[in-house]
Structure formats: C-alpha cells, structure tokens
C-alpha cells in the first residue's frame, strides 16, 4: 500500500481513521501540549481573557450604574408635574425592565465562563477592578469621565432601543 494513497483498500477503516477534523487537530495539540508541560513539571500557560471577555466585565461594572442612573431620573421626573410624565416613566420603566435583563445575561456568561470580578478601590476617579480568568488574574480600571461618556452612551442605546421597536 503507498502511503501517499488516497484510495481505500479493504473495509477502508484504517484509511478513514487517519483523517482529523481542524477542531479535533486543534484539540489534540491542545491536549499533546498539556501533557508535555505536565510531564516535564512546569506550569501550564493559560491564555488572558479575551475581547469579549473583557467587554463582558466591563458591561457587568458599568450597566449596573447606568441602571442607577436611570432609576434617579425616573425618580425626578415622577416628582415633576409635567404634560408628558406618563410617557416618559413609561419608556424609563421598559429601560429600566431591559437594563436589568441585560444585567442578569451578562452575570450569566460570567458564571458559565468561569470569571469572578473583584471591585478594588476607587483613587482620584479611577475605579479598579480585579478578575480571574481560567486561573489568569489581570485587573482593569475606569475613569470617571469614560464611566460618564459611556454609561450616556448606553442608556441613548436602550431609549433608541424601545422607540425602534415600537416604530415598525
């Protein structure tokens, strides 16, 4: 039999065991890599968090204080004796109802991916945060004024959220 072969002979099964998936090749480097470090005693590299890792910690620090936010205007504007109160407590509420969805989905994939942030302490308007990821611990902070930016960001994103729901 050549080895360069393409043709099967027999029932072929020898011939079609040979074959490997990219996912399944991937898999195996993977786990001939482990056991290399493994045996040799060192400790094994584990990759940092990914990009959307890292935006899945930043929405799990910055929703809850936009929610924050939102629930202080709502409060303000109930008090207020204006025309259109009712609408605007209203599309608050559903903002409210989705930022709070929003919250729990991304505490969700945080527990499924196995990331547990800790808040560090806040100096001159920078807060700091501390996280674990697949054993690699790294930290991230946020300024006052990127919180400020951002958090007005996604609540525009959210009110533009319910109005284009209701236009169509």
């Known amino acids: 039999m050549n080895a360069n072969s393409k043709k099967l002979y027999g029932n072929g099964r020898w011939e079609a ?10 898999q195996y480097i993977e786990l001939m890599e482990r056991d290399r470090i493994k045996a040799a ?3 094994p590299d584990r990759p940092p968090a990914s990009r959307d890792e890292l935006q899945l910690m930043h929405d799990y620090v910055l ?3 936009a929610k924050k936010i939102a629930e202080k205007n709502r409060h303000q504007l109930e008090e207020k004796g204006r025309t259109l109160k009712p609408l605007f407590v209203k599309v608050t509420n559903i903002v409210l109802t989705r930022m709070q969805q929003d919250i729990e989905q991304v505490s969700i994939a945080l527990k499924r991916s196995n990331i547990t942030i800790f808040p560090g302490e806040s100096v001159d308007g920078v807060a700091s945060y501390a996280y674990k990821c697949r054993g ?6 946020i300024t006052r004024e ?7 960001t996604m609540i525009a994103r959210y009110i533009d959220g319910v109005f284009s729901v209701n236009e169509t």
């Open 17 to 26: 065991s040979r074959i490997m998936l990219p996912e399944h090749r991937e």
């Open 41 to 43: 005693g060192l400790k």
């Open 63 to 65: 929703l809850p204080m």
């Open 136 to 141: 690699h611990e790294g930290g991230f902070a």
């Open 146 to 152: 990127y919180a400020r930016t951002t958090i007005g």
